[in-house]
């Protein structure tokens, strides 16, 4: 899964109809010091992640596999919202 | 989902039988601010998107979950015409 | 889907077995302006695609989805020809 | 499948419902003498790994297939620990 | 399907069940010059591929597609082995 930063929102009223009321999130790939490292793209949120926070994504198929997105045409979920991370006994990462 | 725009279309008369009558689009991902950033391609459009429109695109598995793609040998599907897009609180696209 | 080129074929006597007698083609994505921009790989033709001739390919699970390769070990397959691409109202590649 | 080695893990506590209870484990992709070589990312445990172990990491719907993650909205999962790696006659890697 | 060389081995004692018995084999992608271009990865081999042989490799769900791989945690095959391959009318590589 990927380390992603919530950084914004979409708004779409022609879609597919299954995700109608779904949340749509501008979210961007961080490194494990959350530092921004990739290209902006969307994802359904899965667990109610807020601006700001710190998310894990799958992507792929696995998009479809919250109680939310099942049989959805999506193909990246935010599907776990992080607390903390530690690389090599220092923590890089905690949520204030 | 990516954020892309649609810049034009493909013909193909000879093609999988299932997706004879479906359009076939020709988008660029973009940035957040709608500037094109990748390499077009050609997605399948399944919400009645038009030229020039800002789009989201499902990659892959979830190309096949709308209605007009059941079980259809295809691998992008735009699931999404895009009103606005806002990052950190600034608004960086909305429709005209 | 991937614009891309057929420019060459490949032979393999000791394959799936589900694959005997199913042409494999070299191809090469392809700009829509149908320069060479990718890293030729092999695909599974399903619509009797020629040499040297434009097509459109699904890449991944799309490639289960054709009456030729239902359960077969493949990721990338042919399931259009292409007649011709447009890009912003100009004609970009027609099949002459 | 990827060579990869654990660096570190993630704690979240908001997260897809099946996954409360197992282990999200920071991966680095590594080259085959062991170098590493891509951006760490998360994968769900299903060996038994420990940290600074060498493994092989499947993505995308594969990490579905096994028995603690089957139906889980995950993209990459730990599915083997490796003990060795040979390359053209010589051991690049072996665990002490 | 990638084409690729199988340049070595790799030993995993510890796991998924399914895999037990299985050889693992170190795979490389290449030109059709048959010029090592990609980055060193592992694949299950499906047909009894040799060390120094050019090879097909299908990655994604497209590896569970073979009888010794159905239901296993994988995401590359290596599900034919080359013969030749022929780019534009020229034979670039042909195995000895």
Same mark, same amino acid.
């Given at each position: ?8 929102? +979409?708004?779409?009223? $022609? ?26 793209? $969307? ?5 109610? +992640?807020?601006?700001?926070?710190? $998310? ?5 198929? +696995?998009?479809?596999? !919250?109680?939310? !997105?099942?049989? +959805?045409?999506?193909?990246? $979920? ?12 220092? !923590? ?5």
């Amino acid at each position: 899964m990927l380390i992603a930063r919530v950084i914004g929102s +979409a708004v779409s009223t $022609v879609k597919a109809d299954i995700l109608v009321g779904r949340k749509l999130l501008i979210v961007c790939e961080t490194s494990v010091s959350d530092e921004m490292t990739g290209k902006p793209f $969307v994802a359904i949120d899965a667990v109610g +992640a807020g601006h700001g926070e710190l $998310v894990l994504i799958s992507q792929g198929s +696995a998009g479809r596999f !919250t109680p939310m !997105t099942v049989d +959805a045409p999506v193909d990246a $979920v935010i599907m776990g919202i992080l607390d903390s991370l530690e690389v090599d006994g220092t !923590t890089t990462f905690r949520k204030s």
